[in-house]
C-alpha cells in the first residue's frame, strides 16, 4: 500500500470476514473483561487492548493508524484539538526548568500556548526566524533546551519551513524536530521524510475538510534515540513510578516510547480525548483528502495569481506563486503544491481589509480554515489579536492583512466575488 492514495482510503482499518466495511463507531466508554487479572494486565501494559476511552478506543486507534500510514510514522495519537496536540508533543517531552526553540512565524494561539501558558508551567521559550541561519539557530539552543518547533507552512503568514535546516539543528543539539503539519497535510508533504521526529496535526483543517468536528494528532517517527540523551528526558528514559515502574523508552523502543508515555500519562491526567464520533467523521474526510487537496492548490493559485495584478492589493504571500520569497522551499518541499490559503494585504490597511470582507458574498467571515467552502478572516482582530504591534511583524502579519482560505468551488466564481468586494472598497 505505497500509494498516498490508496492509504488515505484503506490505511488504519482492514475489516475481517463479515465485518463491517466502514470503520465501526465504539461509543462506549468502558470494556468488559472476565477477570480482575485480565484488566491488570491491560493497567501494566503487558497486554494490547481497552479499558477506558479517555486512554483509547477502537475507532480512534483505527484512525490514528490511518494517520502513522499517511505521515510515515510508527505510532500516532488522536486529541480533541490541533490545540492539545501540540501541547501534548511539547510537554510529554519537557519539565518545568526546561527550554524550547520555536519559529516566530506560528499560528497565533499555539504562540500564545508557547510564550505564556507554558511559560507559567516554568518551561520558557526563544523564538527564531523561519529564516534563521543555522548560526542563529545554533545560538537560541541552551542546556536546557528540550525541543525545536516550527510549522511546515506557517499560519497566516504563509512562510514555508526548511525543514531541513531546523532538523539538522535540532539534531546537532541532541533534541528532537516537531513539525505541525497542518496546512499542507501528508498530500502534499511528509516532513518526517526530512528529518522531523514528530508532527502534529489540527485534524480539524483539511483532514476534515468540512467543519464538522474539532480534533487534533501527533505521530510519531520512530527514529529519535531518546536512551541517548536519556540526562535530557528524564520522563522517558527513568522508571515512571506513577505507571508501576516503567520505563518507555526501554520498553517500547524508540518506535512507541513517545506516543505510548504520551497517552499512558497525558492523557491519563489531562483527558483531552477526541470522540470516538469525532474520529469517525475524520475518517471520512481522510478517505477523500487525495482528492480534495489539489483542488484546494489549484484555486488558491488562481486567487493569488489574480490578487498580485489588482491595483487594491499591497502585497500577497503564496509559496506556490512564483516571485513568492519561499517559492523555492515551497517547490522543494512541496512540488505538487501546499495548500489553498492566501494572505494577503490591501492598501488601505485595517480598514480596507474589514470592508473588503464585509462585502464578500461566497466567502464567509469565520474563525475557520481550510473548509470545502471558502473563509476568510483578519488575522490582527481575530486569531492574533493577543499579539503586540510588534509580535505581529515578528510573525509577519501586518494589522490589515486578510487570510483568505479558498474552497472546493470554482475558481472563477471566487475571482468574481473577490474582485466586486475589492471594488466596493474604492
Not at 463491517?20 to 494490547?48: C, H, N, W
Not at 464585509?358 to 499579539?387: G, W
Request: glycine share 8%; aromatic share 8%.
Amino acid at each position: 500500500m505505497s500509494s498516498i492514495d490508496t492509504r488515505c482510503v484503506q490505511a488504519g482499518y482492514t475489516p475481517g470476514n463479515g465485518e463491517p466495511r466502514q470503520i465501526p463507531i465504539v461509543q462506549s466508554t468502558t470494556f468488559k473483561y472476565a477477570t480482575s487479572e485480565d484488566m491488570g494486565k491491560l493497567f501494566d501494559l503487558e497486554a494490547s487492548g481497552y479499558f477506558y476511552t479517555r486512554l483509547q478506543n477502537p475507532t480512534n486507534d483505527y484512525v490514528a493508524a490511518k494517520l502513522a500510514s499517511l505521515e510515515g510514522g510508527t505510532a500516532a495519537m488522536l486529541t480533541s484539538s490541533g490545540q492539545a496536540a501540540n501541547f501534548f508533543a511539547i510537554f510529554n517531552i519537557c519539565n518545568a526548568g526546561d527550554h524550547i526553540v520555536a519559529s516566530s512565524s506560528i499560528y497565533g494561539g499555539t504562540f500564545n500556548l508557547i510564550s505564556v501558558t507554558l511559560q507559567k508551567m516554568g518551561i520558557t521559550s526563544t523564538f527564531v526566524s523561519p529564516d534563521a541561519t543555522a548560526e542563529e539557530l545554533d545560538a537560541a539552543f541552551q542546556p536546557n533546551t528540550r525541543a525545536l518547533f516550527g510549522e511546515t507552512i506557517a499560519n497566516p503568514a504563509l512562510t514555508v519551513l526548511d525543514i531541513e535546516k531546523f532538523a539538522d539543528a535540532a539534531h546537532r543539539h541532541g533534541v528532537p524536530l516537531i513539525i505541525d503539519n497542518t496546512f499542507p497535510t501528508p498530500v502534499n508533504c511528509r516532513p518526517i521524510e526530512w528529518g522531523a521526529d514528530i508532527v502534529t496535526h489540527s485534524t480539524t483543517k483539511y483532514m476534515d475538510g468540512h467543519g464538522v468536528a474539532v480534533g487534533g494528532a501527533i505521530i510519531d517517527a520512530g527514529r529519535f534515540d531518546w536512551m541517548a540523551h536519556a540526562d535530557k528526558y528524564p520522563g522517558l528514559c527513568t522508571p515512571d513510578e506513577s505507571y508501576h515502574g516503567i520505563t518507555y523508552a526501554e520498553k517500547f523502543g524508540k518506535e512507541g516510547a513517545f506516543i505510548t508515555k504520551c497517552t499512558s500519562q497525558l492523557m491519563r491526567d489531562l483527558g483531552c480525548i477526541q470522540s470516538p464520533q469525532h474520529a469517525f467523521y475524520l475518517n471520512l474526510g481522510l478517505e477523500s483528502l487525495h482528492v480534495r487537496m489539489p483542488k484546494h492548490c489549484e484555486n488558491g493559485l488562481a486567487v493569488a495569481s489574480f490578487l498580485k495584478e489588482h491595483p487594491a492589493v499591497k502585497a500577497v504571500a503564496f509559496p506556490h506563486l512564483e516571485g513568492d520569497k519561499y517559492y523555492d522551499l515551497a517547490m522543494k518541499y512541496m512540488p505538487k503544491g501546499g495548500c489553498g490559503v492566501v494572505s494577503f494585504e490591501l492598501k488601505g490597511g485595517r480598514a480596507a481589509a474589514e470592508a473588503f470582507m464585509k462585502n464578500l458574498k461566497l466567502a464567509a467571515i469565520e474563525t475557520h480554515v481550510a473548509d470545502a467552502r471558502t473563509c476568510c478572516l483578519n488575522p490582527a482582530t481575530s486569531t492574533h489579536r493577543q499579539m503586540s504591534e510588534e509580535q505581529l511583524a515578528a510573525a509577519g502579519i501586518p494589522a490589515g492583512l486578510v487570510r483568505i482560505s479558498c474552497g472546493l468551488e470554482s475558481a472563477e466564481d471566487l475571482i468574481a466575488d473577490i474582485a466586486q468586494a475589492l471594488e466596493a472598497v474604492k
